[in-house]
């Protein structure tokens, strides 16, 4: 096990690790969207709206609530049709990009950010996810959040800058659709007929903040592994990282440990097939269920402190006497596609990393450096965070970030859809966290699923990848819903071949529903009896 966030380890490397990691959330934060494009209902590529001003009359637009910086017409390539891309600047620091298709659809697409957000516009997966939308018809708004990785690295952007942490809590997206909108209405002479956003991971926790403190910004929100309870996260990514830096797993550790889980499992869904349907089932205790050391520790058993690791790890976080964060459920450890394509264990590089500091480390050290005491500390060492006092801005922080607020009435009388998706084998956020929120909500109104369905997806690791399908068009399912009253039942995941074929096709279905083996063993959407 490899951690290091203050010495060994050369500061550009860390870097590098956290700009690579943060552009691979932001890139791999959509799934397939547009992909069942031809089956939609709203018949949405279509695109009979053309430009009532020329593209470089965009400029002169500059007011009080942002400046366009350029307004270029891009000719129509292979990659996108015919577009004029506005890039500009909301005070102080928020930079925006706006493309408007000259032929287009009536629909503006916005999507989300990953990690600690920073990604410039230029970056090729914020221009492929772009491309994406623009092909359809679509116009799109992107931000940065107000900060440029590439000159704040990390969270270093708060350090000592309130502003710039407001900007990334909330406040960009809203001003970026405003925005965006408002350039609509001047290339248009119509602002667009239906708003979208798209987001996983720290994109999903800007859908639900935009579903509950913004209602009217957009009609449709995909919200994908949100990371809603934010701060909860962040104290739970020091819990893990303190108990499996210490305990010296290795990789090949962890996949026996999946060895275990899912032998023990797998089929309490009805179906050996290597996912575990929902490891509520599993009931999994490292310290009775694993086999111990007796001599020398090896590869096929496991030493006390590696089971005291465990115990910690898969146990609820408290802070100050208080749960937080309830406790990770099992099924992320085993071997799937992980960061950068490979067959690894879910672990890495989130938890288990030879080769540099772990992703958790990148992700979350930096919310007890600069956010979330009120004097910043950036030489604080946030695995030795003793968990018995909370820290004195932890309130404020939560009233900036957090997106937790359970209301979402105003959002439902807008006539707002929101669908939402989580792997269960994420091994960065608890899924268990937006089923807690979906809880929540459904006891304020029990007609919950009106206009917000969850779907969660066996064997998925963070927004991409795993041991099982992980490609969807979530997309779709929300326009055919928005547009045409059309509410899913269930999402159809797949994976890809290398050659671009689908295979193993599965149903995803709207929660509690889960896909169960029917007595001739087909995976069909019901409601299990044993759960919920």
Not at 228 to 249: E, N
Not at 321 to 336: D, I, Q
Request: aromatic content about 12%; overall charge negative.
């Amino acid at each position: 096990m490899a951690l290091n966030s203050k010495g060994s380890l050369s500061r550009s490397l860390f870097l590098f690790w956290l700009s690579t990691a943060a552009t691979w959330l932001a890139g791999t934060a959509h799934a397939d969207p547009f992909s069942n494009s031809a089956s939609s209902q709203a018949q949405y590529t279509a695109t009979p709206i053309s430009a009532a001003l020329r593209c470089g009359d965009l400029i002169a637009t500059s007011n009080f609530e942002y400046s366009v910086i350029a307004s270029v017409e891009i000719p129509a390539s292979e990659s996108a049709p015919a577009h004029c891309r506005i890039s500009g600047i909301i005070p102080t620091e928020i930079r925006f990009e706006v493309n408007l298709p000259l032929a287009w659809n009536g629909r503006l697409y916005m999507y989300g950010n990953g990690g600690l957000a920073g990604t410039p516009a230029i970056d090729p997966t914020r221009q492929y996810t772009r491309d994406q939308a623009l092909r359809q018809g679509f116009a799109t708004a992107y931000t940065d959040t107000g900060h440029d990785k590439r000159v704040h690295s990390g969270g270093t952007f708060a350090h000592r800058n309130f502003h710039k942490l407001v900007d990334y809590g909330f406040r960009a997206v809203h001003l970026t659709v405003t925005s965006a909108k408002s350039l609509a209405q001047h290339l248009y002479g119509q602002a667009p007929d239906y708003s979208y956003f798209n987001g996983c991971s720290t994109g999903g926790r800007q859908a639900l903040l935009a579903a509950q403190r913004f209602p009217q910004d957009f009609d449709g929100i995909i919200a994908g592994a949100p990371a809603a309870d934010y701060s909860g996260l962040k104290f739970s990514q020091a819990w893990r990282v303190a108990a499996i830096s210490k305990s010296g797993l290795q990789e090949a550790e962890v996949l026996q440990l999946a060895n275990h889980i899912y032998t023990a499992c797998d089929a309490k869904d009805g179906v050996t097939d290597g996912l575990i349907s929902d490891p509520r089932r599993c009931d999994f205790d490292p310290a009775r269920d694993l086999p111990q050391c007796k001599g020398a520790d090896t590869e096929s058993c496991f030493d006390a402190g590696e089971i005291a690791a465990l115990q910690q790890y898969y146990a609820p976080v408290t802070l100050a006497g208080e749960v937080v964060y309830p406790p990770m459920p099992v099924g992320s450890e085993v071997l799937g596609t992980t960061y950068g394509g490979t067959q690894r264990s879910g672990w890495y590089p989130w938890l288990i990393n030879p080769d540099g500091p772990v992703l958790l480390d990148l992700l979350g050290s930096d919310f007890f450096r600069y956010m979330v005491f009120v004097e910043d500390r950036p030489e604080f060492e946030w695995t030795e965070f003793d968990f018995q006092t909370e820290p004195d801005n932890l309130e404020e922080f939560r009233l900036i970030v957090d997106a937790v607020n359970p209301d979402l009435s105003a959002f439902k009388a807008a006539g707002g859809k929101l669908l939402s998706y989580f792997g269960w084998a994420d091994p960065d956020i608890n899924p268990l966290t937006l089923l807690e929120y979906r809880e929540a909500v459904a006891t304020l109104d029990a007609d919950v699923d009106d206009y917000f369905r969850t779907f969660m997806i066996p064997g998925m690791f963070h927004c991409r990848g795993g041991a099982g399908p992980d490609r969807f068009d979530a997309m779709t399912l929300l326009v055919d819903w928005v547009e045409k009253g059309v509410a899913p039942r269930q999402m159809m995941t797949w994976r890809m071949t290398e050659q671009g074929a689908r295979v193993d096709e599965r149903p995803s279905c709207s929660y509690p529903a889960e896909a169960l083996p029917d007595r001739r063993g087909r995976l069909q959407c019901a409601v299990p009896s044993d759960l919920n």
